[in-house]
C-alpha cells in the first residue's frame, strides 16, 4: 500500500518586445524578443506498506523527494520582407531560441522491516540534472500572384536543434558521506538538422479551387550518450547517426 502527498510550486515571468522598421514602401524590417524566467519548488512524501500473500505487515518505509529548479529561455526573430510588385513578394526570416533548465533533487528513504534480522541502511542520495537547448531557424518564403485565380508559392525552411541533458548523482546515507556514483553519471547530445523546399501551384476551374505542390525535406539527426569513463577518462564512445531524404 502507498500513501502519497505533493505540494509543487512554480512561478515564471514572460517578456516581449517587438519592433518594425518601415524602411521603404517596400520594404520591412522586424525585430521580435520574447524572454521568460522561472523555476519551481517541489516536496513530496511516499510511504509505503507493505505485507506478505497472508496480510502480515514485512516492513514500511518512507521515502521524500525535495526539488528545485531554475528555468530561462529567450528567442529572437529577425524579419525581413521585400515587395517586388503589388503581385509578388518575399519573407525571411531567422530567428534563434535558447530554453534551459537546471534541476537539483534531493531523495531520502529508510525502510524498517517487521523481522529485526532483516536491515537496510537508509538512502540519502542528491541528482543534478539539466537540460540546454539551442534551435536556430531560417526560413524564405516566396509568393507570386500570376492573375485573380492563379498563384505559385516556393520556399525554404531550416531548422538546426543542438541538445544536451547530463544527469550527475550522488549516493550515500546521508548528507555528510555522500559520493558521486559514477554508475548513473550520463550525458546525453541530441543534434537534428532539417533541411525543406516545397513548390505550390493554386488556381480556380469554376466554382472549384485547387492547389498542387511538391515538398522535398532532408532530416539528419546524431546522438551521443557519454557514461563517467568516456566523458572523463577518453573510453571510445559511438555515435548514432541516421538521415533519410523524402518527397511529400
Given at each position: 500500500?502507498q500513501?502519497?502527498?505533493?505540494d509543487?510550486?512554480?512561478n ?6 517587438g ?47 525535495t ?5 530561462q529561455?529567450y ?17 525571411i526570416?531567422v530567428s ?16 524498517e ?30 509568393t507570386l ?23 550527475d ?6 548528507e ?6 559514477k554508475?548513473?553519471y ?6 537534428q ?56
Open positions: 500500500n500513501n502519497s502527498e505533493t509543487r510550486s512554480h515564471n515571468w514572460f517578456g516581449r518586445f519592433a518594425t522598421w518601415h524602411i521603404t514602401s517596400n520594404d520591412d524590417l522586424a525585430l521580435n524578443l520574447t524572454g521568460m524566467k522561472g523555476g519551481g519548488d517541489e516536496d513530496e512524501i511516499i510511504h509505503y506498506n507493505s505485507v506478505d500473500g497472508s496480510g502480515n505487515p514485512v516492513y514500511t518505509s518512507d521515502r521524500s523527494t526539488g528545485e529548479s531554475d528555468m529561455m528567442n529572437v526573430e529577425l524579419n525581413y520582407r521585400h515587395k517586388f510588385s503589388e503581385n509578388s513578394d518575399i519573407d526570416t534563434n531560441n535558447q530554453w534551459k533548465n537546471d534541476r537539483e533533487n534531493i531523495y531520502q528513504q529508510s525502510t522491516y517487521v523481522d529485526p534480522t532483516q536491515t537496510e541502511d537508509p538512502v540519502y542520495q542528491t541528482q543534478n540534472t539539466g537540460i540546454n537547448d539551442k534551435t536556430w531557424e531560417a526560413q524564405a518564403d516566396y500572384k500570376l492573375s485573380d485565380i492563379a498563384r505559385i508559392e516556393a520556399g525554404y525552411k531550416g531548422t538546426f536543434q543542438r541538445n544536451e541533458s547530463p544527469v548523482t550522488y549516493t550515500g546515507t546521508n555528510s558521506d555522500i559520493q558521486q556514483d554508475t548513473l550520463n550525458r546525453f547530445l541530441y543534434n538538422d532539417v533541411h525543406a523546399l516545397y513548390l505550390t501551384y493554386g488556381g480556380k476551374w469554376g466554382n472549384l479551387s485547387y492547389q498542387a505542390g511538391l515538398r522535398g525535406e532532408y532530416w539528419n539527426v546524431k546522438t551521443h550518450s557519454l557514461n563517467y569513463d568516456q566523458e572523463f577518462n577518453g573510453e571510445p564512445s559511438e555515435v548514432f547517426e541516421k538521415d533519410y531524404f523524402k518527397l511529400f
